[in-house]
C-alpha cells in the first residue's frame, strides 16, 4: 500500500531492472493510499480531470507511462497489478491486442477462481456479462514489457463521476445509474464482501496457471529500490503530471 | 484554439488541440486514451506537423507518413484517424 507516486515509480523500477536482467519476471499486486487518480500518458489533465473535486476529497493525480484512460484508483474499492516481463519472451506477442489477450488471461483465471466467468474484450478490457470489470494497459521500455491493470471489488459511481470528467454534462442520477449498467465489480457479482488476501490468493493461482509460472513471494531488491527513489521523484514532478 | 474529438468506432478517443498562424500550423496537440509505442513518437509527430501548410491531403501523407517510417505501434486508432483529427480540427478536408 503506496502512494500513486511510488506505485508508478515501482512499476517502472520494476520493467528497467527487468530489461537489464537484474530481475527475473515479476507479478506485483497493490492498492493505493491515498486514493489516485492515473491519467494515461497522452491524455491531458484538463480534458479528463476535474481538480477541485480531487482537492476536496484529497484524492492525488498522477500520470502513468502507459497509455489508456484515466482510473480512479481508489483506496479501498479496487486492487491493483502488474506483470513484468522480458520483452522477448516468444509468450508475449508484438501485437498489442494479443499481447493484451495473454497477459490478461491470468485475471480471468483469477475470476474463475472466485467463481467468476469473465471475457477479454480487445483492446485491453475484461468483462462479466458485457459490464468492465478490470482496464489494463501495457507499455515496453527497457526490453521489458509491462503490463499494469486495475480490478473493481467495489467502486462509487457518484466518486468515480465527480472526479473524472466523463461526460460534460451536470451529474445526474441518471447518469450514474448508467455507468453501474457498464461497469461491475467483484463485490457485485459474489453478493459479499471481499477482502485483499483472497482476491490476491485468487490472483496468484490464476497467474501461476495462465503464465505456467512458478511464483516465488519477495520484498523489492536493494537496486529495485534506488530505481523507485529515482522515479518517484519524477511522478511527483509537476512538469510530469502536467504534461498535457 | 482550435478543438476536435473523435471516437473511433470500437478503438479510442483522440482529441487535438491546434492552432494555426499565416496558413500554418503553429500548435498541435494530441490527447487520448489510445494507445501508441514508442510513446515519444507522439511528441515528435506534433513537432513535424508545426509549420506545415493547411492542406488536408499533405497532411494526410505526413501523418501516414510518419507512422509508416517509424513502425509505430498503435492501439484503438489508425493512422488515417490521427490525420481526420488534424484535419477536422483544423476545418479543413482531404
Known amino acids: ?244 | 484554439m482550435k478543438r476536435f474529438e473523435y471516437k473511433v468506432p470500437g478503438g479510442k478517443l483522440l482529441r487535438v488541440k491546434v492552432e494555426d498562424r499565416d496558413g500554418r500550423i503553429s500548435f498541435l496537440q494530441i490527447t487520448g486514451d489510445f494507445f501508441l509505442l514508442p510513446e515519444t513518437d507522439l511528441e515528435m509527430l506534433e513537432n513535424k506537423l508545426i509549420g506545415y501548410p493547411l492542406d488536408a491531403g499533405k497532411i494526410v501523407d505526413a501523418v501516414t507518413g510518419f507512422f509508416a517510417e517509424r513502425k509505430t505501434t498503435i492501439a484503438g486508432a489508425s493512422p488515417a484517424d490521427f490525420a481526420y483529427v488534424i484535419n477536422s480540427a483544423l476545418g479543413i478536408r482531404a
Not at chain 1, 503490463?147 to 451529474?171: N, Q, W
Open chain 1, 1 to 244: 500500500m503506496a502512494d500513486a507516486y511510488t506505485n508508478m515509480a515501482v512499476d517502472e523500477a520494476l520493467a528497467q531492472a527487468r530489461g537489464e536482467g537484474k530481475s527475473p519476471d515479476t507479478l506485483r499486486f497493490y492498492m493505493w493510499k491515498p486514493s489516485a487518480v492515473t491519467l494515461g500518458y497522452f491524455q491531458s489533465v484538463e480534458d479528463e480531470v476535474n481538480l477541485d473535486a480531487l482537492k476536496e476529497y484529497g484524492i492525488y493525480l498522477n500520470r502513468r507511462i502507459s497509455g489508456g484512460g484515466a482510473v480512479l484508483n481508489s483506496a479501498t474499492g479496487e486492487i491493483t497489478y502488474s506483470v513484468v516481463m522480458d520483452e522477448r519472451d516468444p509468450r508475449v506477442s508484438s501485437d498489442p491486442v494479443e499481447s493484451y489477450r495473454y497477459l490478461c488471461h491470468g485475471i480471468i483465471e483469477a475470476l474463475a477462481i472466485l467463481g467468476i466467468k469473465a471475457d477479454f474484450k480487445p483492446i485491453n478490457d475484461i468483462i462479466v456479462g458485457g459490464k468492465k470489470i478490470s482496464g489494463n494497459a501495457q507499455i515496453r521500455r527497457y526490453g521489458a514489457v509491462l503490463h499494469h491493470g486495475t480490478l473493481l471489488v467495489d467502486y462509487s459511481a457518484r466518486e468515480m463521476f465527480s472526479v473524472l470528467k466523463i461526460s460534460k454534462e451536470k451529474l445526474s442520477d441518471k447518469m450514474i445509474q448508467q455507468a453501474e449498467e457498464r461497469v461491475t465489480t467483484i463485490r457485485r457479482l459474489l453478493g459479499r464482501q471481499i477482502n485483499f488476501d483472497e482476491v490476491r490468493d485468487a490472483f496468484e493461482e490464476g497467474y501461476r496457471r495462465a503464465l505456467n509460472a512458478e511464483l516465488v513471494p519477495g520484498e523489492l531488491t536493494p537496486y529495485e529500490n534506488g530505481l523507485v527513489k529515482k522515479f518517484r521523484e519524477r511522478y511527483a514532478s509537476r512538469e510530469w503530471i502536467y504534461r498535457r
